[in-house]
């Protein structure tokens, strides 16, 4: 439970971190950091049911907090895909 919490406050710092630079340059910032995050879930995927896995000793509980790392990571990344999109055409309307 612990480290959950740790990814999810790791999580939002990367997305305030993320909004801070979008506010400065434009929509592409969006657009890299979700094909970032698209990259990095199967890494963060394997990494997790490894260090789980040696340090419970279970291969179940392995899978279900990789799934749900791995998920969390993806369901970012399309929310900042939708959020590029609608900032995109917000711009091309200004223009």
């Not at 506010?23 to 950091?33: E, P």
Request: aromatic content about 12%.
């Amino acid at each position: 439970m612990n480290s959950l919490v740790i990814f999810l406050l790791v999580l939002f710092t990367l997305n305030v971190f993320v909004i801070f630079l979008s506010r400065l340059l434009n929509w592409l910032v969006w657009m890299m950091a979700g094909v970032i995050f698209i990259i990095s879930s199967p890494i963060v995927l394997v990494l997790t049911m490894n260090n789980v896995s040696r340090n419970v000793g279970d291969g179940f509980a392995a899978a279900v907090a990789g799934l749900t790392f791995g998920g969390l990571l993806i369901a970012n990344a399309i929310i900042l895909f939708i959020v590029a999109i609608f900032v995109r055409k917000k711009e091309n309307k200004l223009v």
